[in-house]
């Protein structure tokens, strides 16, 4: 089983940045695909980026050339690394893992951490 708890998140001014942290436990973490999805007020929750157990990264096409998602399997994190933070971004991010794929029916799910972007 994985346990997964993100942190990071907070407030933060427009063009500004934020990194957030998935600490996951369990041995088999190494071999799962890691990902991060958000869901603001009134909203379906969204993919916004992935990696895989191999170090592959996809992203949305809104936080394209913005977002950065790392992981380091030897501290068992995954982290997504925010600059140039919209209004638009603002939401709870959630931190997922899957042995197949990180979509919206991933295995396993954080709690969630809130990034408020204010104009």
């Known amino acids: 089983q994985v346990h997964l708890v993100e942190s990071g998140g907070g407030l933060v001014e427009v063009g500004g940045s934020l990194r957030l942290t998935c600490a996951a436990s369990g041995q088999i973490y190494k071999h799962y695909h890691m990902g991060w999805f958000r869901q603001a007020p009134g909203r379906e929750r969204e993919f916004v980026a992935t990696?895989?157990?191999?170090?592959?990264?996809y992203y949305d096409e809104a936080v394209e050339g913005r977002f950065t998602i790392t992981r380091d399997n030897a501290q068992n994190t995954v982290d997504l690394q925010m600059n140039n933070l919209k209004p638009e971004d603002t939401a709870v991010y959630y931190c997922a893992a899957d042995a197949v794929a990180t979509t919206l029916r991933s295995e396993y799910w954080g709690q969630g951490t809130q990034v408020t972007v204010s104009s």
């Open positions: 990696i895989t157990w191999s170090g592959s990264t």
